[in-house]
């Protein structure tokens, strides 16, 4: 069964410090992943997607994730933290055959001054 | 990246009446197009995947004569809660797949809130 799992329910990172949200798959076929950010009361918004080629992808906001098939993970990642970057993360999967997304439960990222 | 809109952004009702959503593809043609509901400090919850021309599919435990879903062109899809009740309260999402093998990503409205008293 496909599923994608969102370990943390909360990361906190003080500004200026390295961040990383988490996240692991299952799929039958070849994944493809992806990454969404969501702030209060809105829709969702795409920040980036690994479909193939590099395992390092790069994203909106500075943000950028790696594909890691040995581990089936897709840590997303950015090298120094914003205030503005706080909001709900949700991390997603389907397989090439299905145009269906499989959500993450949602990781909610604070940035403290 | 591709703008989607849904309206109304926010609607308080009364038990018992209908709501109905719209969610427009502005820039692009949509194939198929997603109803998620999210209730809050939640994930998505897929209600129904709206394919234009033909019937919904609903996702198990989803009433599709609660949740009427219409996909009447390529961009436009509709979603009416029927006889609504304070239980269907909720965070309402859509988004769209847009035509074409070279887009993965999904892309979503700005989410219509809706509230039923």
């Known amino acids: 069964a496909q599923s994608v799992a969102q370990p943390e329910d909360q990361v906190n990172v003080a500004e200026g410090n390295p961040l990383t949200v988490k996240c692991t798959y299952s799929?039958?076929?070849?994944?493809?992943l992806f990454w969404y950010v969501q702030y209060p009361n809105r829709g969702l918004q795409f920040l980036l997607k690994?479909?193939?080629?590099d395992n390092l992808v790069k994203g909106s906001y500075g943000f950028e994730a790696e594909f890691n098939k040995s581990q089936t993970s897709f840590h997303l990642k950015k090298p120094s933290a914003l205030v503005s970057d706080s909001a709900l993360y949700f991390c997603a999967v389907r397989d090439e055959s299905n145009y269906q997304l499989i959500w993450g439960a949602g990781t909610k990222l604070i940035i403290k001054p | 990246g591709a703008v989607v809109s849904q309206h109304p952004s926010r609607v308080i009702c009364k038990s018992g009446t209908s709501v109905k959503i719209e969610c427009r593809s502005l820039d692009f043609q949509a194939t198929t197009m997603f109803w998620y509901r999210q209730f809050p400090k939640q994930s998505l919850m897929l209600m129904a995947t709206?394919?234009?021309?033909?019937?919904?599919?609903?996702e198990q435990g989803v009433e599709k004569d609660k949740f009427l879903i219409n996909h009447a062109s390529l961009t436009l899809s509709t979603l009416t809660v029927t006889s609504a009740h304070p239980e269907d309260s909720s965070f309402y999402i859509c988004?769209?797949?847009?035509?074409?093998?070279?887009?993965?990503?999904?892309?979503f409205g700005p989410g219509t809130r809706l509230t039923v008293t």
């Open positions: 799929v039958s076929g070849n994944p493809y």
């Open positions: 988004s769209v797949q847009p035509r074409g093998e070279s887009t993965y990503e999904q892309y």
């Open positions: 709206s394919n234009e021309g033909s019937k919904a599919t609903y």
């Open positions: 690994y479909i193939t080629g």
